[in-house]
């Protein structure tokens, strides 16, 4: 339980710190996923989702 909240953690720190040091580019790029068809946006987030995976598994051996 506590690797999932130091993973949270740290997902939000690395959120908080796009807004923080580039926010028109975070703004810009939320536009571009808004207008992106759902298709191409559901496989780009699986494949985050699988890179997400293989570095978990990486990191966790």
């Known amino acids: 339980m506590t690797d999932l909240i130091a993973g949270l953690g ?25 207008n992106l068809p759902e298709q191409q946006l559901r496989m780009v987030a699986w494949a985050v989702v699988a890179a997400g995976c293989v570095l978990v598994w990486l990191a966790r051996g």
């Not at 040091?21 to 996923?33: G, K, S, V």
């Open 10 to 34: 740290i997902a939000l720190v690395l959120e908080g710190l796009l807004w923080a040091l580039l926010p028109d580019t975070a703004r810009r790029m939320i536009y571009d996923m808004a």
